[in-house]
């Protein structure tokens, strides 16, 4: 991948990001971009690496591409084509698009298995510790429902053996955090350079 390329792809999901301003976060007072911005903006604050920085801001990319005119802005960034994975991952949830379509992009392990799990985090969470689902808005708590509720003991267990357990927890509790009206928090143009250098550093080490 080239510098133009990846200056291409950075520029192509800022853009979907971007539109999120005129979007509504899903049953809360502020925009999809506000949110994701003040996750990432509690990831950096927290003194988290770049990749977890990075998971932060697009946790939530799955709900961004899911028009047709973000899809084929992905698509015409990455040299897709609409035949190929990840376009069969309709009847997965956004958590499962978005940490697809940042594998095809060119993102880290890290950064898609973080994005890949921050909606199990809440079923682990609630699962763990069940005052946490009191202090879940009640868009997340009717989500939760749809999205197979609190995890068993069993679970819970499993769940604490997957490689980066701690920082998924860190993201869901960011992710839950970020959806202050009016919180002034560093603008989406500060992460492009942190972006561009991990798609860089990862194709350096997949050469």
């Given at each position: 991948m080239t510098e133009e390329k990846y200056v291409k792809v950075i520029d192509s999901i800022f853009q979907c990001l971007q539109d999120g301003s005129e979007r509504?976060?899903?049953?809360?007072?502020?925009?999809?971009?506000?949110?994701?911005l003040q996750a990432a903006a509690s990831a950096q604050q927290?003194?988290?690496?770049?990749?977890?920085?990075?998971?932060?801001?697009?946790?939530?990319?799955g709900q961004?591409?899911?028009?047709?005119?973000?899809?084929?802005?992905?698509?015409?960034?990455?040299?897709?084509?609409q035949g190929e994975e990840p376009f069969s991952v309709?009847?997965?949830?956004?958590?499962?698009i978005g940490a697809e379509y940042l594998k095809r992009l060119g993102f880290s392990d890290k950064v898609t298995a973080l994005v890949e799990a921050h909606v199990p985090?809440?079923?682990?969470?609630?699962?763990k510790y069940p005052d946490y689902y009191d202090?879940?808005?009640?868009?997340?708590?009717?989500s939760l429902k749809y999205q197979g509720g609190p995890y068993t003991a069993e679970e819970v267990a499993e769940f604490e053996k997957l490689p980066y357990y701690q920082e998924k927890v860190e993201i869901r509790r960011w992710d839950d955090g970020a959806k202050?009206?009016?919180?002034?928090?560093?603008?989406?143009?500060?992460?492009?350079?942190?972006?561009?250098?991990?798609?860089?550093?990862?194709?350096?080490?997949?050469v």
């Open positions: 509504g976060y899903i049953g809360e007072a502020i925009s999809q971009l506000d949110h994701a927290s003194g988290a690496d770049d990749e977890t920085i990075l998971a932060a801001l697009l946790h939530d990319i961004f591409v899911s028009s047709p005119a973000s899809k084929a802005m992905l698509v015409e960034a990455a040299d897709l084509n309709g009847v997965h949830g956004h958590e499962r985090v809440k079923r682990y969470l609630t699962g202090t879940l808005s009640d868009a997340s708590k009717l202050v009206v009016d919180l002034k928090v560093p603008g989406l143009e500060s992460y492009r350079q942190i972006a561009i250098n991990h798609l860089r550093q990862q194709a350096a080490l997949n």
